[in-house]
């Protein structure tokens, strides 16, 4: 197949992508920001599983004790968004993550299959 006929978006690709580093060197610069900070931290998805492309973000699950409503919870993680890549960031407390890492939706079974320790 040329390279005319692959989709726009496999002909394409950002400056910097998850592609440019390795899964170690991932896991190794998300520990720096955030050991010391919080209980559990995983990266999960397409980039541990080795299926990323070049428009793929870092799936990435924090577990620390919270009191912002869920959705701001990214919001105390500034540190983890200035890799230059794009990250997908969930922050549960421990309880919601005890709660919810035994629940057989397909996030979670996904989750649990693909899933990498951070910190």
């Not at 919080?38 to 428009?55: I, N, Q, R, T």
Request: charged share 25%; proline share 8%.
């Amino acid at each position: 197949m040329s390279a005319a006929d692959k989709p726009v978006l496999e002909r394409s690709r950002p400056r910097v992508s998850v592609l440019d580093f390795t899964v170690d060197q991932i896991v190794a610069r998300l520990a720096e920001r955030l050991r010391g900070q919080v209980d559990e931290a995983w990266l999960f998805g397409s980039v541990p599983l080795g299926k990323a492309g070049p428009w793929s973000d870092l799936d990435v699950v924090v577990v620390t004790r919270s009191e912002r409503p869920f959705i701001e919870r990214p919001l105390d993680f500034p540190q983890v968004f200035e890799l230059g890549v794009p990250v997908d960031l969930l922050v549960y407390t421990p309880e919601e993550f005890a709660a919810l890492s035994e629940s057989a939706s397909g996030f979670w079974k996904g989750f649990r299959q693909s899933r990498q320790r951070i910190v």
